[in-house]
């Protein structure tokens, strides 16, 4: 069974740049989350969907974040324009369904860097 | 709110020796707890959960973990690690009637020869 696919690994942009990360979760997984990972830090959730409805996007900076699901599968995460303080790894993680007791497979996660 | 913390940041061991890695929550009720584990470049993968029963979990890889409610702690133990054991390893804690997860900082493992 594939696991959470994500593209690209890795990612260098200017400030004020736009950047989109792509997510494909494993498949009949209807949850879909994003987290940001700050150097030395756990993950943080930045925002859920189950199938294509984005239940959960409290903690999306939606100033300059985005993100859509289209046809409840693949998703797709945008920063548009870039800071520096952006410089993290994005990781997609999908569930079969949401609740703590479903676990969450995380991918290998996007390694953004803005200079 | 729960939230977690991993008061380590880093740990050495050599190969062959024992681990363990602490890890104390806060939160009302019973939490659900989990530890994950991630290889350089590599994404999160679950070694191990506790959501009620027995406090003494087994997970992949050899390793155990046991839950105190008295001291809210969910220490993760390994008895004798591998060279492949080094990695950085997160502990989390989730509410039955939540999908939220609170990681804490990680620990990052090295492991000598």
């Known amino acids: 069974e594939a696991g959470v696919v994500q593209s690209p690994r890795y990612k260098i942009i200017e400030k004020k740049q736009p950047v989109a990360f792509w997510c494909n979760p494993i498949?009949?997984?209807?949850?879909l989350y994003w987290y940001r990972q700050n150097l030395g830090q756990g993950p943080e959730l930045l925002i859920r969907?189950?199938?294509?409805?984005?239940?959960?996007d409290s903690q999306l900076p939606k100033d300059r974040f985005s993100a859509e699901r289209l046809k409840g599968v693949d998703s797709t995460l945008k920063i548009q324009p870039a800071e520096l303080g952006d410089s993290a790894v994005y990781l997609c993680a999908s569930s079969l369904t949401s609740g703590s007791g479903y676990e969450q497979y995380f991918g290998p996660g996007t390694r953004l860097t803005v200079t | 709110a729960q939230s977690v913390t991993q008061p380590d940041i880093h740990i050495t061991v050599s190969e062959g020796a024992s681990l363990e890695l602490r890890c104390n929550y806060s939160y009302g009720a019973t939490p659900y707890l989990f530890w994950y584990v991630q290889s350089p470049g590599q994404g999160l993968q679950l070694l191990l959960k506790?959501?009620?029963?027995?406090?003494l979990v087994q997970g992949i890889k050899g390793f155990e973990a046991e839950f105190k409610r008295s001291q809210s702690s969910f220490n993760l133990r390994k008895p004798s690690v591998h060279w492949s054991d080094a990695a950085e390893y997160f502990c989390a804690v989730g509410e039955s009637n939540d999908y939220k997860l609170s990681f804490g900082a990680g620990t990052t493992v090295t492991v000598r020869a």
């Open positions: 969907y189950e199938n294509e409805e984005a239940v959960d």
């Open positions: 498949s009949g997984h209807n949850t």
């Open positions: 506790y959501f009620s029963g027995d406090t």
